[in-house]
């Protein structure tokens, strides 16, 4: 968990890396939705491009469906997911269904000028989804991804209008979660203002401790 901006996604990829599980990111899945063409990807990007939430409902489903395959059988890391009380209850529902629960709610910290300047400045790869920061993590060609040569674009929901409306929400919204999984026993904080390397280091000590 984290505010817009915090380091989830970037996090995300290293982690799933060094355990060997998927990484299930929300937003991620409904931006590949709409880029398919998919008509549950064009009506989310609908509330996306302005900030707002997409619905529980339509949320949900798509994580009910993603959990059920293969690959999450034995552990996942959600990216972005839940992000409303009535997501983190439906959430626990799935997972007692599949005889599991949470280990650990990784929750990063950040200021919001600072979250700013990141998203700002952000550009993904079209082709792999890679994550570059202009100043922070800058292609070593401009436009062009390090990875596997695809172009990069800057996110719909990265304009400074689009950005404010995504923290307004995230604190009425998505902050209120925090006690929710602070008082399940599950909740670590994270400083994410510090580099990339140190934050991840930080989330593993945690991760590992726990094991
Ligand atoms: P989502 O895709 O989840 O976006 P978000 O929560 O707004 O978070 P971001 O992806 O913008 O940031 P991040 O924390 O992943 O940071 P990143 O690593 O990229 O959701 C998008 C939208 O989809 C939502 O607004 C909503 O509309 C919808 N949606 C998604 N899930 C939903 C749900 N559950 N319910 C309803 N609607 C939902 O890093 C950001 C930048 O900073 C990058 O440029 C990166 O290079 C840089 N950076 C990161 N860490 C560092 C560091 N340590 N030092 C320097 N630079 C850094
Ligand atoms: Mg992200
Ligand atoms: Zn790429």
Request: one cysteine or more.
């Amino acid at each position: 968990m984290g505010p817009p901006g915090a380091g989830k996604g970037s996090q995300s990829t290293k982690i799933v890396k060094k355990y060997n599980m998927p990484s299930i990111s929300t937003g991620q899945m409904f931006r590949d939705a709409y880029n398919n063409n998919d008509p549950i990807g064009i009506e989310a990007m609908k509330f996306i491009k302005n900030g707002n939430l997409v619905s529980d409902e339509i949320t949900n489903g798509i994580v009910r469906t993603r959990l059920l395959r293969d690959d999450a059988e034995t552990s996942f890391l959600l990216d972005g997911y839940p992000r409303t009380v009535a997501q983190a209850i439906a959430l626990d529902g799935m997972l007692d269904d599949m005889h599991t629960s949470l280990d650990a709610v990784i929750n990063i910290l950040s200021s919001h000028d600072v979250l700013f300047e990141r998203m700002e400045q952000r550009r993904v790869c079209k082709t792999c989804d890679a994550t570059y920061h202009l100043r922070f993590k800058k292609p070593q060609e401009d436009g062009v991804c390090d990875l596997d040569g695809g172009e990069l674009y800057q996110r719909l929901d990265d304009t400074h209008e689009s950005v404010m409306r995504r923290l307004e929400i995230y604190e009425s919204k998505t902050k209120p979660l925090l006690d929710y999984y602070s008082n399940k026993g599950i909740l670590y904080n994270v400083n994410g203002m510090q580099s990339f390397d140190k934050v991840y280091d930080d989330i593993i000590l945690v991760l590992e401790d726990i094991k």
